[in-house]
């Protein structure tokens, strides 16, 4: 399902490069909406998919393709056509109306999940702790405060959990050309706890919290009660 997940976003981005670069835009105001819809959807999936679950490296071409395609097509077709088109048709006029449309509403919802996911807000303030994990690069892999970027939120007992994982350098969490099933393959595998957070029912959780610690380490620090 990640897989699958992985080949369909970087289809859509491609196909949106693809229309970037093909297509005849009649003015710079189409070219600049469709732009700013590209970047809008690309930043939903960046803050939707688990990039460590395939490889957290590839989150960067996703932006850079876009990029670069935005580079090349304002210096090869965009550069010399005017701000607005000089004569639009009925059909042109509404094309534009309906992708203004779109862009909007994938504005405002990648803006809504950004806002989720660099700021959420709490009705109880939290317990503040040391990061748990020492000498390596952990990233977030589930955490904020929406389903789509954090699975554990529609859980009234872990809706401020955060699933750390660990990371080579090549940005791959585990090994692929090994056997997924033994927990040794996994970079997260025998590395130490050094805080962690204790409450009424944090101790259940914590047990039952030790087989996930091979795999990716979740832990739940906030609101068990």
Request: proline residues 4%; glycine residues 4%.
């Amino acid at each position: 399902m990640t897989l699958f997940f992985l080949l369909s976003i970087l289809i859509i981005v491609a196909t949106l490069c693809i229309i970037l670069l093909l297509y005849p835009f009649n003015s710079k105001i189409t070219w600049m909406v469709y732009c700013l819809f590209i970047f809008s959807t690309i930043t939903f999936f960046y803050l939707v998919h688990d990039w460590s679950s395939s490889n957290y490296t590839l989150r960067i071409i996703a932006i850079l393709l876009p990029t670069m395609c935005v580079i090349v097509s304002y210096l090869k077709r965009i550069k010399r056509k005017p701000f607005f088109s000089p004569n639009p048709k009925k059909l042109e006029k509404l094309g534009f109306v309906a992708l203004c449309t779109l862009t909007l509403l994938q504005v405002i919802n990648s803006s809504y999940l950004v806002k989720q996911s660099l700021t959420p807000t709490y009705l109880h303030e939290g317990v503040e702790i040391s990061f748990p994990l020492k000498d390596g690069l952990f990233v977030v892999a589930q955490g904020g405060n929406h389903p789509l970027i954090n699975r554990h939120f529609s859980d009234s007992y872990q809706k401020h959990a955060l699933d750390l994982v660990k990371i080579n350098k090549l940005g791959f969490r585990k090994n692929a050309l090994k056997n997924l099933s033994d927990p040794s393959d996994y970079e997260i595998f025998d590395e130490t706890l050094y805080s962690f957070f204790f409450c009424n029912m944090g101790l259940m959780y914590f047990q039952k919290g030790v087989l996930i610690i091979y795999f990716i380490i979740s832990i739940t620090a906030f609101d068990f009660i």
